[in-house]
Structure formats: C-alpha cells, structure tokens
C-alpha cells in the first residue's frame, strides 16, 4: 500500500534564479551554509515545520520551459527517501529517482527503505502551476525509481504556485507539460530519512 500525503504549509514568492542547484546538504537548524541568494526562501518554506533537526538537501531549478515540455520528471511517481552514498542525485546518477532508470541499484532492503518508509518526506514550492498530485491511500507498491504509473491513481489536484507544499515519502505526484512557454522555478527540500510524518493543521 501507498499512503500518499501532501498538505500546504504557507505562501511565499519564488525568486527568479536561472540555473540547477542539486541537493545541496543543510542542517535544518543552522540555515546559514546555504548561499545568500536561497537562504530567505528557504527560511520561509521550513518556518512552519514543528522539529527542524537533521540534515536536509536543496534542490533549485529554474529554466525556461517551452510549452507541452516538462520541467522535472513526468508520470506518476514518488520521491522516496535520500539515502546518502546511493541516492546520489547531485553526482547526475540518478540511483533511482527515474521511472525506470537505475532502480536495479538499490537492493530490496534499500528500496523498502527509500521508497516504504513512513519517515522523511520533502517540501517544495514553484512560481507556475504544472505538478499534479495525489492524496489518498492506494493499492500495490512503487517499482523502480519510485514509478507509480502503474497504480490506478483516479482524479489527482493541481499544486498551486507560491504555495509551500509538504509531501511525505510517498507523495504520488508528477511533473506535466506546460500549457504556455513559461520561465518555471522550481524549489525542493529533501527531508531527513528520519524525519517524523508531519501532522499538523496549519
């Protein structure tokens, strides 16, 4: 089973940045290592989360994106969990964060750990609508790389901009083609592995 959970947190502007920061590690209570240039957007998208201890990484990507293409990673799917030294995203080998693509290099108990497990999660935010999501509980499991396009999902919501979201693990969501050629920015913070499930009402 998927327990796909997502809730939004606050409003803030997204900055113009042009460019692809991945995963950069922070301590969630010491905010500054991260460049002066994110810093206060980060400092707004973590103000409403009740623990902030541990490491957590940034992802920023801003790019113009022509219309019917994608900015991030299309079809179904859930994020998972960062696991250090094979989750290695910034190094561009993905290690199954790809439907389909490198998957093969987690063992079942690494999958289950990045892709099962009720801890962890992300927040993110974008300055343009174009991120379906899915809240609910579902049938069956994530396959390689997290790819979700198999489970049979039913109505899904449009993320709204300027919103920050909170995703757990397992936050079924994808990326769709733009309606428009649009600059898109896209800010992501990957949770600690460990970081409780978020329940509070904001």
């Known amino acids: 089973m998927i327990k796909s959970i997502s809730k939004e947190l606050n409003t803030i502007q997204i900055p113009f940045y042009k460019g692809e920061l991945s995963m950069l590690p922070f301590n969630l209570n010491d905010l500054t290592t991260i460049p002066n240039e994110f810093r206060e957007t980060v400092e707004q998208m973590v103000k409403n989360l009740p623990d902030k201890l541990g490491t957590a990484f940034l992802t920023v ?13 299309g079809a179904p799917h859930i994020d998972g969990n ?10 561009g080998g993905g290690n199954g964060w790809k439907v389909g693509e490198n998957g093969f290099s987690l063992t079942s108990e690494e999958h289950k750990l990045s892709y099962e497990n009720e801890n962890g999660g992300m927040l993110m935010a974008s300055n343009y609508s174009a991120c379906m999501g899915w809240n609910g509980t579902y049938k069956g499991k994530a396959k390689e790389g997290g790819d979700c396009s198999h489970i049979e999902l039913g109505k899904g919501f449009m993320l709204n901009p300027n919103i920050v979201y909170y995703g757990n693990s397992q936050f079924i969501h994808e990326s769709l083609p733009l309606d428009t050629d649009v600059f898109r920015v896209l800010y992501r913070i990957t949770l600690p592995i460990d970081y409780p499930e978020l329940n509070i009402e904001i």
Request: hydrophobic share 30%.
């Open 61 to 73: 990507h801003g790019k113009f994106v022509k219309k019917s293409k994608t900015l991030r990673r």
């Open 82 to 91: 960062f696991i250090q030294g094979l989750s290695d995203w910034s190094t």
